[in-house]
């Protein structure tokens, strides 16, 4: 990597050529175009606690301590939290202007604080799943269950298109959509979320929606790798386990998985509930055999991985904070979403990597992922 940057160096020096918004460009063609590159160049910048800042996900109030937060004070709050992302709850809207109003605000103050873009999040899978449209009175997209029965695709790239369509004024980039869970349990807790029984089926309309978020600006976030529609009870309890075997999941669960990936899934969130066919009893979002030997090595999958949130039972009541996103990341992650005390997150990562436990590479690993998709995005330019 250091002859990479030399390299890098050098053609900043002899190229005929300028620099636009960071990156080598030749009669308005960008001719160093690797997006891992440009962002190792990034974070030649940045302080070790600034790269750990940049893999969590937050709400506002994480950073600002209220307890809810719909508009910014004086105070920037990203100066001493420079996170990568800040997710969007029903609680953050109370209109368009004033959602609005907060997204700029967010994505200024990170300027202003000398940080990189954050990718702003929501939530919004269509249906009930809808948090922006059910605060501000949109006329709801169609549900995964109801594409699904539907069988036309046309259908969930509409949904994508249309939920991309007025999410982007707002500035929102990030959409934890669609779910790519196969239902396999007859009393399966995510079947109102998810696009039926059919692998193939939810694998199609899955790949569809996502095309329709990108066609918008937004990128998707495929969850649940590797997968829960065999789970019959909700993640908020520690004793739930994904009892699929391993052939199993390979020939169903992961279906859905394999196929965003082969079309480029920019993120995939990973699920909370350990699997039986691990037998280490950790949630998958804590196991390397699922993060790392699972989706990175046997599905080649080199993007993003973001955990499920950490503020779910499944984590919270087994894991400190601190000691959560250390795993996490141990595992493989490269993002952590929601940890219920962002400082203490931080705090037990430093400490980790002073220790020992957690190496700088393996931090840089992953905020080369994330910046590198901000880049891709347009999110940093």
């Known amino acids: ?35 891992l590159m440009q962002a190792q160049v990034l974070m030649w910048d940045m302080t070790t606690e600034e790269k750990v800042w940049q893999l969590l996900v937050v709400t506002p109030e994480a950073l600002t301590g209220e307890r809810i937060t719909s508009r910014l004070g004086d105070t920037n709050v990203l100066r001493d939290r420079p996170v990568g992302g800040v997710v969007v709850f029903g609680q953050n809207i109370v209109s368009e202007s004033q959602l609005k109003e907060l997204t700029e605000g967010l994505q200024a103050q990170a300027k202003d604080a000398g940080a990189y873009a954050l990718f702003l999040a929501v939530s919004e899978e269509g249906g009930a799943y809808s ?32 939920i991309g369509a007025y ?21 399966s807790w995510i079947k109102e979320r998810t696009y039926g ?57 992961w279906l859905p998985f394999r196929s965003a990936i082969e079309n480029g899934a920019e993120m995939i969130m990973v699920s909370h509930a350990p699997s039986k066919a691990v037998g280490d009893g950790l949630p998958a979002s804590l196991s390397p055999t699922v993060i790392t030997q699972w989706l990175r090595l046997e599905m080649g999958y080199t993007g993003v991985v973001i955990t499920d949130s950490l503020r779910m039972g499944a984590i919270t009541s087994g894991y400190k904070p601190g000691a959560a996103a250390v795993q996490a990341l141990q ?51």
């Open 1 to 35: 990597m250091r002859r990479m940057m030399i390299i890098f160096c050098l053609l900043i020096l002899l190229c005929p050529c300028a620099l636009a918004d960071g990156w080598i460009v030749e009669d308005g063609e960008e001719i160093f175009p690797d997006r």
């Open 331 to 381: 595992a493989g992650a490269d993002m952590l979403l929601l940890p219920t005390d962002a400082d203490a997150a931080v705090r037990s990562i430093l400490k980790a990597i002073d220790s020992g436990d957690l190496t700088l590479a393996r931090i840089e690993e992953s905020v080369a992922r994330v910046l590198a998709l901000k880049i891709e995005r347009g999110i940093i330019q």
């Open 167 to 187: 999410l982007r004024p707002f500035g929102i980039n990030l959409d934890f959509a669609p779910v790519c869970d196969v239902v396999t349990a007859e009393d």
């Open 131 to 162: 948090r922006v449209a059910n605060k501000l009175g949109y006329p709801l997209e169609m549900s995964a269950p109801e594409v699904g029965i539907k069988r036309d695709t046309a259908n969930a790239y509409a949904t994508g298109r249309n």
């Open 197 to 253: 029984t059919d692998a193939e089926r939810v694998s199609q309309m899955a790949q569809q929606m996502a095309q329709g978020l990108r066609s918008q600006g937004i990128v998707p976030c495929f969850s649940h790798f590797p997968g829960q529609g065999s789970i019959n009870g909700n993640l908020n309890n520690r004793e739930v386990v994904n009892s699929r075997t391993l052939a199993e999941m390979q020939a169903v669960d």
